[in-house]
């Protein structure tokens, strides 16, 4: 019987990995992982709607207003919202787009031009569609008038502020502005007042008065 001497060193033949080939493996394993992330990454569709503006159309209308818009949204192929919000808020509710006039050349209606105060509702800056028939005739008179200039004469009625009132009627009186300058009408030629309260048209403390005294009058 063979004796097997403990005291004899066993001659292990354990391959060791150098560091730096174990490094090397390990990152190009990262490397690989990292690109196959991406990849995946590439075959997911992109948002359609990413980056989209709630109330679209704020683009300037070709000629007439489409008045394709929803009544809370904005008009397809009309104008940017010609309003500075209502009642003081931040937030800058559409005017109804309506069907358009003018052909998309720059005509307008000629017999519209004899209309020149626009109405407004209680505490708002919205044109309502026929009003913004009547702004784009004007506006579009004065682009071919250059040596004419207009102002925008903004009104609230009697309720609230003296201050709030005058902030409302500028408002107004820019809102309307907003036609005109799309149209083509800046500068020296297009200019606007508010004059809150101070100048009613109507004398009076009750609902018909205050109808008659929230306005823009378009003075050339």
């Known amino acids: 019987m063979k004796m097997i001497n403990v005291n004899k060193p066993i001659n ?5 990995v150098p560091v730096s080939s174990a490094i090397r493996f390990l990152s190009l394993l ?18 359609a709607n990413a980056g989209a503006v709630t109330g679209g159309g704020v683009q ?24 500075a ?5 931040n937030k800058v509710p559409p005017y109804n787009a309506g069907s358009g006039s003018g052909n998309g050349n ?13 109405y407004f509702d209680y505490d708002s800056t919205r044109i309502n569609p026929d009003d913004l028939k009547v702004i ?56 606007t007042i508010g004059y809150g309260e101070e100048v009613p048209a109507v004398l009076g403390h009750n609902s018909a008065s ?6 823009v009058e378009i003075k050339y």
């Not at 720059?106 to 626009?118: E, H, M, P, R, T």
């Open 106 to 118: 720059g005509s307008y209606d000629a017999s519209l031009l004899n209309k020149k105060v626009i």
């Open 12 to 16: 292990s033949s354990i391959n060791t």
């Open 30 to 47: 990262l490397l690989g992982l990292t690109l196959s992330a991406c990849s995946s990454n590439q075959n997911v569709p992109a948002d």
């Open 136 to 191: 784009t005739a004007h506006a579009r008179y004065l682009a071919k008038q250059s040596g004419r200039s207009v102002r925008l004469e903004g009104h609230a009625d009697e309720r609230g502020s003296r201050e709030y009132n005058v902030a409302l009627s500028v408002r107004r009186a820019e809102a309307v502005a907003r036609v005109f300058r799309l149209e083509g009408s800046s500068g020296t030629r297009l200019k």
């Open 60 to 83: 300037q209308g070709q000629g007439g207003q489409s008045g394709a818009g929803h009544p809370n949204a904005g008009a397809g192929g009309g104008y940017p919202y010609p309003n």
């Open 210 to 215: 205050w109808d008659k005294n929230r306005r």
């Open 85 to 89: 919000g209502a009642g003081g808020s």
